[in-house]
């Protein structure tokens, strides 16, 4: 029930969030096409930066400025950092990460809403 929830929110809220744009706007159908494509577009790009940040795939970078940090540090600051699991860490990436399922929908749907109206916009 709540995976249905999250797929029929997303599936309508890319275009009424556009309509609700729409309406303040000429009602030309070009003119809503266009706003859906400003409004996918943003909505996939957060999506996307989200779900980077939510994988981990930036950690292995991290770890390696923060190693490189305690490596520079002087003799004085490294007994201070010895026990801090954050400037002194162990590993590079956690054993597994949890993506929010409602980034998962947010991105497909706005993605689609994406591709169809590039592929509209084609055809007119």
Not at 13 to 35: E, G, K, R
């Amino acid at each position: 029930m709540r995976n249905l929830f999250t797929n029929l929110f997303w599936l309508f809220f890319t275009p009424m969030l556009a309509l609700l744009f729409w309406l303040f706007s000429s009602h030309h159908f070009v003119q809503y096409l266009n706003i859906i494509f400003y409004i996918s577009i943003v909505l996939f790009i957060i999506f996307f930066i989200i779900l980077i940040v939510q994988e981990g795939i930036l950690d292995p970078t991290s770890y390696g400025f923060r190693r490189l940090k305690y490596q520079l540090t002087n003799k004085k600051h490294k007994d201070t950092l010895e026990n801090d699991e954050f400037f002194k860490p162990t590993q590079a990436k956690k054993s597994s990460y949890f993506v929010h399922p409602w980034v998962k929908m947010g991105l497909v749907f706005n993605l689609f809403y994406l591709i169809i109206s590039i592929i509209i916009s084609f055809m007119i």
